[in-house]
Every structure is written in C-alpha cells, then in structure tokens.
C-alpha cells in the first residue's frame, strides 16, 4: 500500500472501518515527514560543510601563494564570504531535493512545505552552530556582525577612542549585513522550497 496526500474531497471515500483494496492510495493526515526532513537535514549540513571549506582551502591558499599577502587578505575575505552564501544556497537546494525524494509519494504542496520546514530547521541548527563558536559553518557574515556589536557593548572597544564617524562606520557594517542576512535567508528559503517541489514523486497508479 502506498501513501499519499488526497484531496479533501475525496477524503469521504474511505472511513476507518473501510476495508482498502490492494495498492490502494490512502491519505497522509499530518503534512510534516520528519524522518526525510532530517535525511535533507543531514545532507544539507554536510553540503554546507565541504562547500564551505573548499572555498576556505581556495582563499587561504591564494593567500599563502601571493607575493603579497596582506593586499589580498581584504578580497579573498571578501570572496569567502560570498561562497558562504552561495554554499548555503546550494546546500539547502539538495537538501530539499533529497528530503522530497527520501519521502513517499506526495503532492507538491506537500513537498514544498517539508521544504520550507527544512530550510527552519537549518537556520535553527545553523543559529546554534554560531552560538556554540562554530562560525564557518553557517553565516559567517551575520557572525561577524554580532562579533562588532558585542565589542561595542562589552566595551572592548574603548568607547572614548571611537569617532562618530567610526561609530557610522560600524552601524552601516552592521545594518548592511542584518539586511543581506534576510536576503540570503529568503533566497535559501525559496531554492529549498524549489528542491522539495523538484524531487517531489507522484504516485503510482494500478488498474
């Protein structure tokens, strides 16, 4: 017998007394496949992961190879940063593409919300990744904003030696990387959404 979401039209047709005939299609009552959504949990981690020290080992070993360091620090930082976002994009494409294709058949919609509760439970498991001081696995910009303000808060950053003009500076930094923050969660939201309703399989159908 295989499972998959029906209309709720035609959800009447079966009661619990009904006896159902062999490979019948009998509906899901709870949308949330939280064994797949951990299988694209995992494997969206794991992508995050390698991606993101594949592009680490690229910077830092342009920089150990450069004649001159310390001008290319800035770019390659840079350039990290970005492959961090595009890594956690792509990660959490697969995951949703594998949590919709480690499921039984079920409609897109399904699929697209399993996708979006994966891409939830990315950003939570990512949120304690920071807290816990892992910063390279998941957003190492928005790690490096909260990094300035607690300087600022916790006063190790002398509050007589910041100019108006620095204290601007910091403020724009960190607006500017809260706002791309957001961005770069809405993208990932949607490529995991778009992953779940692609790996998404319909049901079989008998005679």
Do not use: H
């Not at 998959?4 to 009661?15: I, K, N």
């Not at 916790?154 to 809260?178: D, F, H, K, L, Y």
Request: proline share 5%; with cysteine; aromatic share 10%.
């Amino acid at each position: 017998m295989s499972y998959v979401d029906r209309p709720e039209s035609e959800r009447s047709a079966y009661t619990s007394t009904t006896t159902y005939p062999p490979n019948s299609i009998v509906e899901y009552y709870d949308r949330a496949r939280w064994v797949p959504i951990l299988s694209g949990l995992v494997v969206a981690i794991g992508t995050q992961l390698v991606l993101s020290a594949f592009g680490t080992g690229i910077g830092f070993t342009n920089i150990a190879n450069s004649g001159a360091p310390r001008s290319n620090i800035p770019g390659v930082s840079n350039g990290i940063g970005i492959w961090t976002g595009v890594s956690f994009w792509l990660s959490l494409l697969i995951g949703g593409w594998v949590t919709a294709r480690s499921c039984g058949p079920m409609n897109r919609s399904t699929a697209i919300l399993n996708g979006a509760i994966l891409w939830g439970t990315t950003l939570t498991i990512g949120s304690l990744l920071l807290a816990s001081g892992i910063s390279g696995a998941f957003g190492a910009i928005s790690f490096g904003a909260g990094a300035g303000a607690s300087q600022l808060s916790s006063g190790s950053i002398p509050a007589p030696a910041i100019t108006a003009q620095q204290a601007r500076n910091i403020a724009s930094a960190v607006a500017w990387t809260s706002w791309w923050f957001i961005i770069g969660s809405v993208i990932g939201l949607i490529l995991a959404m778009i992953g779940a309703a692609a790996g998404a399989r319909k049901p079989r159908t008998y005679p």
